[in-house]
């Protein structure tokens, strides 16, 4: 099985398997689903998945990937895209799977996984995460190709907005955000974000501002997403309204000081007040279960719930010359199980690179 980069000749073949996999959610007729594709009812709020031709492509868009799996008797079996992100090039999204059924398309998933990890080290990509509904048939083959779980998250969903009835607590002054509060919002995400993710995810306000919120932080006042922030007198509440397009709901991030009931019931009411006149979709992680039990008190319902997998790859490490070897070599750590033509890798432990590293 050879897997390689696309070309304008898989694109029929690739959009056969794509819909396939699309009618297999949906519960109508096709092959059993194996793509990140949520289940029927979560198939409308899936902001992530390109749901049209032209973007299963990426011609243009020189942070998009996909390849596809070719067998010697079926063609071509499987794809698999991903997306990087203009401000963290480095961290890469999956955002879709989907392979034929039957005995190539399923050893197909196994290797188009690895050739994506192998392929985005090679043009430095030092992170992979997937999002994958709970209990997925795909979860065990991203976990058995080195990813692991690093949150849980809530989708949850109002079709009217405008109906919302508002609580009891009186509202909380808001203000557009504006660029100089990323530092402020960084500050309030590092106090409600339990720290072993938050050191993880947000090490440093540069790597958050990529990677939170799809990295929205980071074009605060330069694009059409808005930010509210609220203070007492620090930053306490932080909220971005994305409008709708492309067929998915408008959408809601929410940061807020959950331990003060009345601060986070007052800005979520006026938060809430703020959003346009059309169904909305909100996401939000297992440590935000005051924020989702508000939410659910207003008319927001789970649609569904829904697994982060993170696989770190590792960095470049040079190590010294043995007598048979003509100069330094670089070694690629943390990549096993790849397929594709690629030198050996070495894996090196953290105590080993930190004694190659220093200086002799």
């Known amino acids: 099985m050879n897997v390689r980069a696309a070309s304008f000749r898989d694109l029929a073949r690739v959009e056969q398997l794509y819909r396939e996999a699309l009618a297999g959610d949906q519960g109508g007729p096709g092959p059993h689903p194996d793509s990140p594709v949520p289940q029927a009812t979560l198939l409308r709020l899936w902001y992530a998945l390109s749901k049209t031709l032209s973007s299963l492509v990426p011609l243009s868009d020189t ?160 694009d059409d997403v808005r930010h509210l922030v609220a203070e007492r007198p620090d930053v306490v509440g932080w909220a971005a309204i994305r409008p709708a397009g492309s067929g998915r709901p408008s ?39 005051e924020l989702i039990r508000s939410l659910q008190q207003r008319g927001f319902a789970v649609y569904g719930t829904q697994l982060l997998l993170i696989r770190d790859l590792g960095v470049k490490v040079r190590i010294r010359a043995t007598a048979k070897q003509k100069k330094p070599v670089l070694a690629h750590a943390g990549i096993a199980g790849s397929h594709a033509s690629s030198p050996s890798l070495t894996v090196l432990r953290p105590s080993e690179r930190r004694e190659r590293s220093s200086p002799r």
Request: aromatic share 8%.
């Open 63 to 222: 942070g998009g990937v996909l390849f596809v799996a070719e067998d010697d008797v079926e063609g071509v079996v499987g794809f698999i895209q991903a997306q990087g992100g203009s401000t963290r090039p480095s961290v890469w999204q999956i955002i879709n799977l989907c392979v034929a059924s039957g005995r190539a398309g399923h050893f197909a998933r196994e290797r188009l996984v690895a050739h994506l990890c192998n392929r985005g080290l090679e043009q430095g990509v030092r992170r992979f995460h997937v999002r994958l509904p709970l209990d997925h048939p795909l979860v065990g083959v991203f976990m058995e190709q080195g990813f692991t779980q690093f949150a849980t998250e809530q989708i949850l969903f109002c079709e009217s907005p405008e109906h919302i009835p508002a609580g009891d607590a009186p509202p909380l002054a808001i203000r557009p955000g504006r660029r100089e509060d990323a530092a402020a919002i960084h500050l309030l995400y590092r106090r409600v974000t339990p720290s072993h993710i938050a050191e993880f995810e947000g090490p440093s306000l540069k790597t958050w501002q990529g990677s939170f919120a799809d990295g929205s932080l980071a074009r605060i006042g330069r």
């Open 251 to 289: 959408s809601l991030s929410l940061m807020c000081e959950a331990h003060d009931p009345a601060v986070r019931e007052g800005f979520l009411d006026t938060v809430l007040a703020e959003l346009p006149p059309q169904p909305v979709s909100c996401v939000l992680r297992h440590y935000d279960s």
